[in-house]
């Protein structure tokens, strides 16, 4: 929980990462630990690390979609898009009624320049949460459609298009 706080409330990654390595000394294997060492990392640009920490909690908890979608997301960020979109593709295999990695492979069609595939997971993506028409509102954005931007936004309980960096090169 200190390791919690310190990434949250302090924004101090270093303590956060300090407090985690030895929560995971006194409960090693623990998976939500390393779970959240591995996003501490990946806000600290660590991400080889930070895929390692992911693919460790996968062996731990394999059926936990949410895993295999952050997995995912931080190599999408490292432009290793064929093995992010396998790591979508599992999100969705386990969790089929989720939108999150629908959500992803709409992002990734985007990053790639692909509209077409970003149009085909938003036909199959499922309702229900935030990441739908957020998905609905940044492909009508790179379609150029500012109506159909304006009505997905505001569907949205969060904003939706703040600054979105589309995973540039790093």
């Keep these: 929980a200190l390791g919690t706080y310190y990434y949250w409330c302090r924004k101090d990654y270093e303590r956060a990462l300090r407090e985690l390595d ?5 409960r090693p294997g623990e998976h939500e630990v390393i779970e959240m060492r591995a996003y501490v990392k990946r806000r600290m640009g660590l991400y080889r690390e930070t895929i390692a920490d992911l693919e460790r909690v996968q062996q731990l908890d394999p059926r936990d979609n949410l895993i295999a979608a952050e997995t995912g997301d931080t190599y999408m960020v490292l432009r290793e898009f064929d093995v992010a979109d396998r790591c979508f593709r599992r999100s969705i295999e386990l969790a089929p009624g989720n939108a999150l990695g ?18 085909r997971e938003l036909a199959v993506m499922p309702s229900g949460d935030d990441q739908t028409p957020r998905s609905h509102a940044w492909v009508a954005f790179f379609d150029r459609d500012i109506d159909g931007v304006r009505k997905y936004a505001s569907q949205c309980k969060e904003p939706t298009i703040s600054a979105p960096t589309f995973y540039t090169p790093l």
């Design 22 to 26: 030895r929560a995971e000394e006194l």
């Design 102 to 119: 629908y959500f992803y492979r709409v992002a990734l069609g985007l990053v790639r320049g692909d509209l077409e595939t970003a149009h």
